[in-house]
């Protein structure tokens, strides 16, 4: 789901999003709690992700570029956050897009005419 329409399921619905990791932050108050703001084309997502579910995908919250999020979405005080239950670092996934962008450029790749 598109940072963008957040705003549109049910508090506690089902939701995946994705995005570049901007933030990540873990207060020392915060009890091991991690909190990871994401990055879409359309804006951002707030993402809480608890001890367990931390330790459960530590390597994709630590080292992942792009993450792909499924959790449950809370409202509280006008923000919204998903609260992580699986993590998973889709971070290959920018390779191809720069792969895509290359071939784009290069006028080996060029589109032929349409034809008629």
Same mark, same amino acid.
């Given at each position: 789901? $598109?940072?963008?329409?957040?705003?549109?399921? $049910?508090?506690?619905?089902?939701?995946? =999003?994705a995005g570049l990791v901007i933030l990540r932050q873990r207060p020392g108050t915060a009890? *091991?709690?991690?909190?990871?703001?994401? #990055? /879409?084309?359309?804006?951002? =997502?707030? =993402?809480?992700?608890?001890?367990?579910?931390?330790?459960?995908? %530590?390597?994709? =919250?630590?080292? *992942?570029?792009?993450?792909?999020?499924?959790?449950?979405?809370?409202?509280? @005080?006008?923000?919204? @956050?998903?609260?992580? #239950?699986t993590v998973e670092d889709i971070s290959p996934m920018l390779d191809l897009l720069l792969?895509?962008?290359? %071939? %784009? /450029? /290069?006028?080996?790749?060029?589109?032929? $005419?349409?034809?008629?």
């Open positions: 789901m $598109p940072a963008a329409r957040l705003q549109e399921p $049910p508090q506690n619905a089902c939701i995946t =999003v009890k *091991g709690v991690i909190f990871v703001t994401l #990055e /879409d084309e359309t804006g951002i =997502v707030n =993402v809480i992700i608890w001890r367990k579910i931390y330790e459960a995908f %530590r390597r994709a =919250v630590i080292s *992942g570029r792009l993450l792909r999020v499924t959790g449950r979405l809370q409202r509280a @005080h006008s923000v919204t @956050h998903v609260i992580a #239950e792969a895509e962008q290359s %071939r %784009r /450029d /290069d006028p080996a790749f060029a589109q032929g $005419p349409e034809l008629g």
